[in-house]
């Protein structure tokens, strides 16, 4: 620092000025980020190479250039932290508003938030700095390029429920967090078909509706550990072939269903469940629905007297839009899930004949046209989103009644079958919990 203690420091082409005072200490600057750029110097930042795969483990201390042209990456953080922790996340190739990054906080709260939320940065060029504070805030950034970070309601586990397996069950099937599905759970709750499931909450799930023998309302919650509860009084119209997803990070919404209707019920982030809500767009049934663009949702497809491709989307304050026209080919008994944080897929159903045919949902809720088919053509089946970013189709009919799966990666692609575990039943639902 010779020659420079007690004087004004500029730093060329950058438009920050210091003045340093004589034991070189920072008196005052212009300019952000001056301060942190010196004390970043001084703490010893070391900057690794760049990562490119879609997960990496953060080691405090280290500045990190993510590379995200191929793919998303999930960062996990330090499991413990000591108090002025530091770490650094960059966008390399300014592609994170495509395949952004999620903070995995690994135990330790972010922004006071506990880590049943990740944190998403999806801002192209973006860079993120973090520090840690206490138990209490945990990371805190300390630059961010004032993008706000993004709570989603990406769940670990998931959860496949009731249906027809020869008769009318209430057995479920638990997901691993690396979609690895469990035998038979005895069921809880009143045996029946054509119901929906969904997430609401903080990792919390809730099947409701459907056909015991005649159209009903009742719901089961779902624990966070994935036990289902007895039953709870319906509310609403009861109905079958209806279809439910999240929306605001941490509520549901049940949809149309019955003799093609198109009315709504709320799902508050306690899983009380609201009274009808006059129906927007087109009544129908055997439609699916999933979340999109982290804290919205989408219904989809379907049948009024014929097969149809038109969707629906809910916004992030739980109202329903009209009618979108379709896209790809119309159908039926299909399914649909989110995968990759912030989008979804439809697939799979009733054409007229079995299909495995998919759609895409990008994180705007645009719907792409078809994805030829992989795995065993089928309809009745059931999809739930697990491990946070990825999803799962499974069970269903394929002429004969079957509980084969298939995986969804994180960047959308279906994978061929995996041999079935558990009870072979189609008219079932899943829904994810955490």
Not at 35 to 42: G, K, T
Not at 392 to 420: E, H, R
């Amino acid at each position: 620092m010779s020659g420079i203690i007690g004087s004004r420091l500029n730093v060329k082409g950058s438009g920050l000025v210091a003045k340093l005072g004589t034991d070189g200490q920072i008196l005052t600057s212009a300019g952000a980020g001056l301060q942190a750029a010196f004390e970043d110097v001084a703490g010893g930042i070391t900057w690794q190479a760049v990562t490119t795969g879609s997960t990496l483990t953060a080691v405090a201390g280290n500045g990190y250039p993510i590379d995200t042209t191929s793919n998303a990456c999930t960062i996990t953080l330090p499991a413990s932290a000591s108090n002025g922790d530091e770490i650094i996340f960059t966008d390399y190739a300014r592609n994170w508003a495509t395949n952004g990054i999620v903070i995995d906080s690994n135990g330790l709260n972010y922004q006071g938030d506990a880590d049943t939320f990740d944190v998403e940065y999806t801002t192209d060029g973006q860079s993120v700095q973090i520090v840690y504070s206490d138990a209490t805030k945990g990371w805190i950034p300390i630059s961010d390029d004032v993008v706000a970070d993004v709570p989603v309601s990406g769940n670990q586990n998931g959860i496949f429920g009731f249906g027809n397996s020869g008769s009318f069950t209430a057995v479920t099937n638990l997901v691993t967090n690396v979609g690895v599905v469990g035998t038979d759970v005895s069921g809880v709750g009143t045996a029946r078909v054509d119901l929906a499931g969904t997430q609401y909450g903080t990792g919390l799930g809730i099947f409701g509706y459907g056909n015991s023998g005649s159209y009903i309302s009742l719901t089961n919650l779902v624990s966070n550990t994935g036990v289902v509860a007895t039953d709870t009084t319906g509310v609403g119209t009861g109905r079958a072939y209806l279809a439910a997803c999240t929306y605001g990070v941490d509520k549901g919404i049940f949809g149309y269903g019955g003799s093609s209707l198109s009315m709504t019920n709320l799902v508050s982030n306690t899983g009380v469940v609201a009274t009808d809500t006059t129906g927007v767009g087109t009544g129908r049934n055997g439609l699916a629905a999933c979340e999109y663009g982290d804290d919205k949702g989408i219904f989809g497809y379907g049948e009024t007297s014929t097969e149809v491709s038109m969707t629906n989307l809910v916004s992030n304050v739980g109202v329903v839009a009209t009618d979108t026209s379709g896209v790809g080919t119309a159908r039926r008994e299909l399914e649909a899930c989110s995968y990759g944080y912030d989008k979804g897929i439809f697939g799979y159903g009733n054409t007229g004949s079995n299909s495995s045919l998919t759609n895409l949902v990008s994180n705007a809720g645009v719907v792409a046209s078809d994805v030829t088919g992989v795995g065993s053509a089928r309809k009745q089946l059931a999809a739930t989103q697990y491990g946070r970013d990825k999803g799962i189709f499974g069970y269903g009919d394929t002429g004969s009644i079957v509980s084969l799966t298939n995986l969804v990666s994180n960047a959308g692609v279906v994978a061929t079958d995996t041999t079935g575990v558990g009870s072979a039943r189609q008219q079932l639902s899943a829904c994810s919990y955490n």
